[in-house]
């Protein structure tokens, strides 16, 4: 999934250009916090097996596990991949990172809003006049760890980042978006930082 225009530019609309960003509710966190959730609901059943002498699990025999020190080693692991799963899903569920990007030429202001963990700062926003936009800059840099992001430069502000965390953007997107941004803006594209 990717950062997209949520529509298509209408006559009405094309004061506005709005862009989602996609949180933690990407198909790759999904995928691992069910494998950790049935990983450590394994092992925390054997761990459990091995300490009752009962088979609480449909595969395996995990009675004949000795439980120390074996049986509470599994059962450490279980309980520990159990609170990994936990905030995996509560991350998911509370959409980490997720927002949008709006660059509105009606009201003269750009808007950044990311959504964070609850507590007093759930919502993380970041407004400015559309004057105070300096450039959009493109950062890619390749090899181990790759980063493929735009960044909004604003006077007085620095860089704000405008893609997601986490799977870098294809490199055409990423410099189709820059591009599209930086002319509705009226605002010049900075090279790439390798």
Request: glycine share 12%.
């Amino acid at each position: 999934m990717t950062n997209s225009p949520v529509t298509e530019p209408s006559p009405r609309q094309e004061s506005v250009l709005r862009y989602t960003v996609l949180g933690s509710r990407r198909p790759s966190n999904y995928f691992w916090a069910t494998a950790v959730s049935i990983g450590g609901l394994g092992f925390f059943l054997a761990g459990l097996s091995s300490y009752l002498h009962r088979n609480l699990l449909p595969i395996g025999n995990p009675i004949d596990l000795v439980f120390i020190p074996q049986g509470i080693a599994i059962g450490f692991y279980g309980v520990a991949a159990l609170l990994l799963a936990t905030y995996l899903w509560l991350a998911i569920a509370w959409d980490i990172g997720g927002g949008f990007n709006e660059f509105n030429k009606e009201t003269g202001f750009v808007r950044i809003f990311r959504w964070g963990f609850p507590g007093k700062n759930r919502q993380i926003e970041v407004s400015c006049p559309i004057s105070d936009v300096q450039a959009i800059k493109i950062v890619i840099k390749e090899g181990l760890n790759p980063k493929r992001a735009l960044y909004l430069k604003i006077k007085g502000r620095g860089e704000i980042p405008l893609t997601r965390v986490g799977t870098p953007l294809p490199l055409a997107e990423l410099e189709t978006q820059g591009a599209k941004i930086a002319s509705f803006l009226g605002v010049p594209v900075e090279g790439l930082s390798f």
